[in-house]
C-alpha cells in the first residue's frame, strides 16, 4: 500500500513537471508568434511609407514639371500619398510600441482577426478605387473640358488601387501562412482551453 502510495505521488509529480513544461513551451510559440507578427506588420509598413515617400517626391517634382494628363497624374499621386504616410506612420509606431505587460491568448487571437479583416475590408476598398479609376477615363472620353483631368485622375487611382489591393492581400496571406504555422496548431491543440484564456504571457 505505501509503496502505492508512492507510486501515485511519483507519477502524479511526473504529470505535473511534464504538463507544466508543456504550457511552458505553448506560451513561449505565443510570444514568438504575436512578436514575430508585430515585426512582419512593422516591415509592411515601411514598404507602405516607402511607397507613399516616393510617390510625393516624384509627385511633387511632376505637378511642377508637367502639364496636361501628366499633371493632374502627379498631382494626384502625390496627394493620395499623404493619407499613405500617415497612416504607414501611425501603423508603424502602433507596432513598434511595446507589448502589453499581460497579453491573453485572447487578446492573441482578437488583435489577429481584427488585422485580417483589416486587410480584407481595405483589399475590398482597393478594388472600388480601381473601378472608380476606369469609370474616370470612361467619362473622359465624354468630357472636352475636363478629359485631361479625368485621365489623369482615373490612371493615378488605378496605379494606387493597384499597388494597394497587392500590398494589402500580401499582408494578410503573409499573415495567415505566419498563423497557420506558429498559432493555429497551438489552438487546435486544446492547450489554449487547458490554459485557459485568462492566462497571461508575460513579454
Not at 110 to 122: E, K, P, V
Amino acid at each position: 500500500m505505501h509503496h502505492l502510495s508512492v507510486r501515485s505521488l511519483v507519477t502524479a509529480l511526473l504529470i505535473f513537471v511534464s504538463t507544466t513544461m508543456l504550457f511552458s513551451q505553448q506560451i513561449e510559440r505565443l510570444r514568438e508568434f504575436e512578436s514575430n507578427r508585430q515585426r512582419m506588420n512593422s516591415s509592411g509598413m515601411l514598404v507602405l511609407g516607402g511607397w507613399a515617400v516616393g510617390n510625393l517626391l516624384v509627385g511633387g517634382i511632376g505637378t511642377f514639371k508637367s502639364s496636361g494628363e501628366a499633371k493632374y497624374f502627379h498631382q494626384f499621386n502625390a496627394a493620395w500619398n499623404i493619407v499613405n504616410l500617415g497612416l504607414a506612420t501611425f501603423g508603424y509606431l502602433n507596432s513598434s510600441q511595446a507589448i502589453a505587460d499581460t497579453l491573453r491568448v485572447s487578446d492573441i487571437a482578437r488583435s489577429f482577426s481584427s488585422l485580417q479583416n483589416l486587410y480584407l475590408l481595405n483589399a475590398g476598398l482597393d478594388v472600388a478605387y480601381l473601378v472608380t479609376g476606369f469609370y474616370l477615363k470612361e467619362r473622359a472620353k465624354n468630357s472636352a473640358q475636363h478629359a485631361e483631368r479625368l485621365r489623369g485622375y482615373g490612371n493615378s487611382l488605378l496605379l494606387q488601387g493597384g499597388f494597394l489591393l497587392a500590398f494589402d492581400l500580401a499582408m494578410f496571406f503573409v499573415h495567415e501562412h505566419h498563423a497557420g504555422v506558429q498559432f493555429y496548431p497551438y489552438l487546435d491543440s486544446g492547450l489554449a482551453g487547458a490554459i485557459g484564456l485568462g492566462l497571461s504571457v508575460r513579454f
